[in-house]
């Protein structure tokens, strides 16, 4: 590889790491601090909240990007602390569900609401409308290039991300 050529996109890559890494920092935060939840659990709620209340525990760890065994570990702490329950699959004795609690329910929206605000006022302050547009554009080319999600390491630890 040439030298030139690495001058061209090593710039981007590090202002990029070093970007996402200063924002999600800042994101996990305001979440924390201001809803007790980190952005693992806010994100469990989240899907469950979309999905009308109730997901299949094999879509939800898809969805998420968890392998089963650290959802089961994340869901586990979750139904202690009232956000969630599992329901049994009648159709699968093998299956379950996992159900917002009308306790998660309400906590997710509320925390919705605030990280919602908190990424509108960050955003905002530093981007214009053309802006916006140019880095979705780039995101988008960028996710393209990716090879599909097939390929992602399920993350182990779920609570700490």
């Known amino acids: 590889m040439a030298a030139d050529d690495q001058d061209r996109w090593i710039p981007a890559w590090?202002?990029?790491?070093?970007?996402?890494?200063?924002?999600?920092?800042?994101?996990a935060a305001q979440m924390s601090r201001d809803n007790?939840?980190?952005?693992?659990?806010?994100?469990?709620?989240?899907?469950?909240?979309?999905?009308?209340?109730?997901?299949?525990?094999?879509?939800?760890?898809?969805?998420?990007?968890?392998?089963?065994?650290?959802?089961?570990?994340?869901?586990?702490?979750m139904e202690a602390a009232g956000l969630v329950r599992r329901d049994p699959d009648p159709r699968d004795a093998r299956a379950a569900?996992?159900?917002?609690?009308?306790?998660?329910?309400?906590?997710?929206?509320?925390?919705?609401?605030?990280?919602?605000e908190f990424v509108?006022?960050?955003?905002?302050?530093?981007?214009d409308d053309a802006d916006l547009a140019n880095l979705t554009r780039i995101m988008d080319r960028i996710s393209g290039a990716i090879p599909p999600a097939r390929t992602v390491r399920h993350r182990q630890s779920p609570d700490h991300d």
């Open 14 to 27: 590090l202002t990029l790491v070093w970007t996402y890494t200063r924002l999600w920092e800042q994101v």
């Open 36 to 77: 007790g939840l980190t952005m693992t659990r806010y994100d469990v709620l989240t899907h469950l909240d979309m999905a009308g209340g109730r997901l299949g525990l094999t879509e939800l760890a898809g969805a998420i990007l968890l392998s089963q065994s650290g959802l089961s570990k994340l869901l586990d702490r």
């Open 97 to 116: 569900f996992a159900a917002i609690t009308p306790h998660g329910q309400a906590l997710v929206r509320k925390a919705r609401d605030s990280h919602h």
């Open 120 to 127: 509108r006022q960050t955003f905002a302050a530093a981007l």
